[in-house]
């Protein structure tokens, strides 16, 4: 999809490991698959352009062979992509942000090199990844964020926003925005007390932010923000082909034709309407005070007068020792 | 008529590149480059002064850009420059300058037939008002000694940049690759700029691009304030020069720092600015259409002086201007970056009207009558009943009667027990 950077964001509440398969299934080229967590059987079967470099025991302290991201990427014209399972143990393994940060910088400036990254949000990756997001790491970036439906079913209820084609799509992204990044209240949704947990994996949500930009235009790089749903084995598809988002799109039709106010005597235990007869009589009888206001607006007789420059203004009232 | 006079001192050499400043003489400014963002500080940056540009949107570069105008005003007016980058050769590259001069004089000439045309339309008595400005931009010539018109589609031409090599007037501090104790490091990059600082004759402007980088190490958060702190010291011990240091973005946030991380480096530092950028805020995009992002103020320079002269001085943030009314504050602020240069203008919400207009109380010049109508009866009993018709004569309307304010005329008598005899 993009010719750089393509980092995977899941949370503890939803796992976007699919889209990772989908990624690396998906690409022609020379796939370079550095595992550090999970087994590359999960994402990939054997294919003669993959290479699996199996590191999951590698842990810094417990074995002596190093790290050596860079020594095993053959720098060559073929164009290659490098796959990193897990980016947040590689993290733990260095032990500081910046050396990880450096590591991969140096595997980016490689010619040809794509570098497609996976990682878990946790409080420690928040940093790497804000690192890895910047422009001055790369300009090119497509992140995708896997969200449980739920989520967006808590805020169409809750907030009265349902997902964008439904709602204008500001309203919706200044509700969603915040919350996104709150994940404790995500978590507080799928596992809390109402939550489903988070069992279901064939079914999420998307957000994906693309930030295009060729070296030549630094200042108009647009950054694309869309949101999408992942059925699973088909791949991305509109949030309205999802099953569990099916409810929005059905309920929220007739909720839109039902704009009229709610009217409070439909359901009283007493009579309130009135026969057509008392309707005439009840229309004939006069108000009391219908006129006050006309009458005071009548009565008022206040002078309005602009003063003129050559006006001189005296306070007093020549009439005052009038006697009558 | 005071027979006391203002004994002008012996008049101190003004350095190249700066001016004093207009509220207080014996302070030097030095221009950032951008107009706008100079009147901002209050006519610029003062010497012996550090500034901090923070933008925390991750997909934008907007600190970035301010820190290369600085540096390219900073190489037309002739002063040393000091850049703490890890690849300082590209930023030097990367810089604006200003253009071919007959594109410059076209632009003037079309920009002058403009607005002579405009004059012509506009009503007799509106034409002592100025008009409507949202920023403020400098009307001199492209090749002013203070503060030159860059164009962001041009770049600096190769030999300046290797002639100024050459010839000291810019020096970069590699950041090194070894991963020591950050403090050490900071405190290296200190020394290094202390002696550059002492040994310069000219002005010298410490530019720092990306602080907290990862080129920088594992920087906590004392150790951005400890360099700020001591960056501060240094200016003020070399008077004729100055710094601007520009944050990593992902530094930026209270969510790295700590709670009240960006009040903290407000304080650290002599003038500092937060950019928020819209860049991948679509809500903010769409309600702000026409700006890239919003510009928060956070500290200003105040040198020799004991309130910041930006409070009198600056046009944009309106202070002065809105003391006479009520309540004065200032203007919001935003910026947006053009094809050819970067402006921070005031940003005001719509003035069409309904919900988006803002009135605190309504307005004196309009009042409505509420007429009540016997027979036609809308709504329940006890509902108001508001009926606007427009159109001459009838019971019951035309209700729409401008009312002028009252003219408030106020004497006090000098002598109050004087009757006045008829």
Sequence with gaps: MSDGLTIVQSSSSQSALPVVRELVNSLKNRILFFSFLYPSELFTAEQDNLTVFDWTDRIPGYSNEPLDLLENIPSGD????????????????????????????????????????????????????????????????????????????????????PPPPLSPEPKFWSVFLPISERQHDIDAIVYGGEGSGSYVT???????????????????????????????PNGFCELKDLAQLGGLWGSNKTSIEANTPTDPTTNLSFN?????????????????????????????????????SADDIDDDDPDEDLDI | MSSFKRKTGIKAEVPTGTRPSPSSPSTFLTS????????????????????????????????????????????????????????????????????????????????EADQHEEKIKIAWRYETMKQFQTTVESNQSSEDEYCRTFDLTCRVPRHIVDQALQ???????????????????????????????????RPTRVCVSSLGSSSWGNLG??????????????????????????????????????LGWTQKLGWVVDA????????????????????????????????????????????????????????????????????????????????????????????????????????????????????????EGGPGSVVIAPRKKKKAVGFSLERPDILYEF
């Design chain 2, 272 to 391: 500092c600015i937060m950019m928020k950028a819209f860049t991948a805020n679509p809500s903010l995009l769409a309600l702000f259409p026409t700006h890239h992002g919003l510009l928060q103020v956070s500290a200003l320079p105040a040198s020799h002086t004991v309130l910041a002269p930006s409070d009198k001085l600056s046009t944009l943030r309106g202070l002065l201007a809105s003391s006479s009314g009520a309540g004065g504050g200032e203007n919001n602020l935003a910026f947006k970056c053009m094809r050819k240069r970067m402006i921070f203008e005031t940003l005001h919400l719509d003035l069409d009207g309904g919900v988006g207009e803002r009135r605190t109380t309504p307005a004196l010049d309009t009042w409505v009558n509420v007429i009540g109508d016997a027979n036609q009866k809308e709504g329940n009993e006890g509902e108001a009943v508001v009926k606007i018709h427009l159109g």
């Design chain 1, 78 to 161: 073929k164009p290659t992509t490098v796959v990193i399972d897990s980016l947040e143990t590689l993290l733990s393994d260095i032990g500081s942000v910046s050396a990880t940060v450096t590591l991969l910088k140096k595997v980016r400036k490689r010619q040809n090199t794509n570098l497609i990254l996976h990682v878990v949000q946790s409080h420690e990756s928040k940093d790497l990844v804000a690192h890895l997001s910047q422009t001055s790491f790369s300009p090119s970036l497509v992140l995708h964020t896997a969200y449980p439906t739920s989520l967006l079913l808590h805020i169409s209820a809750n907030y009265m926003t």
């Design chain 1, 202 to 232: 064939e079914e999420f949500v998307v957000e994906t932010i693309v930030r295009g930009g060729q070296n030549g235009s630094r200042k108009r790089r647009t950054v694309e923000r869309n949101l999408r749903g992942w059925k699973s």
């Design chain 2, 32 to 111: 950032t480059g951008i107009p706008s963002l100079d009147d901002i500080l209050g006519g610029g940056l003062p010497l012996s002064c550090s500034a901090l540009i923070l933008a925390p949107d991750l997909h934008s570069a907007y600190a970035d850009l301010v820190h290369n105008y600085f540096l390219a005003q900073g190489f037309a007016a002739g002063h040393n420059i000091v850049l703490v980058d890890e690849e300082p050769l590209r930023v030097f590259d990367e810089c604006m300058w200003t253009p071919a001069s007959f594109v410059a004089e076209q632009d003037r000439k079309e920009l």
């Design chain 2, 167 to 201: 010839s000291g007037q810019l020096n970069s501090i590699d950041l090194a690759d070894g991963f020591g104790p950050e403090r050490l490091q900071v405190q290296s990059i200190i020394e290094r700029i202390a002696v550059v600082l002492q040994a310069s004759r």
């Design chain 1, 272 to 308: 309130l309407n009135l026969t057509p007869s008392q309707q005439a009589a009840r229309a004939q009888v006069p108000l009391p005070y219908m006129h006050q206001g006309e009458d005071s607006s009548k009565v008022q007789g206040a002078i309005y007068y602009d003063p003129d």
């Design chain 2, 221 to 258: 958060p004392e150790d951005v304030l400890f360099l700020l702190v001591t960056l501060r010291g240094l200016l003020r011990k070399h008077p004729f020069s100055c710094a601007m240091v520009c944050l990593s973005p992902s530094v930026a946030t209270d969510a790295w720092g700590g």
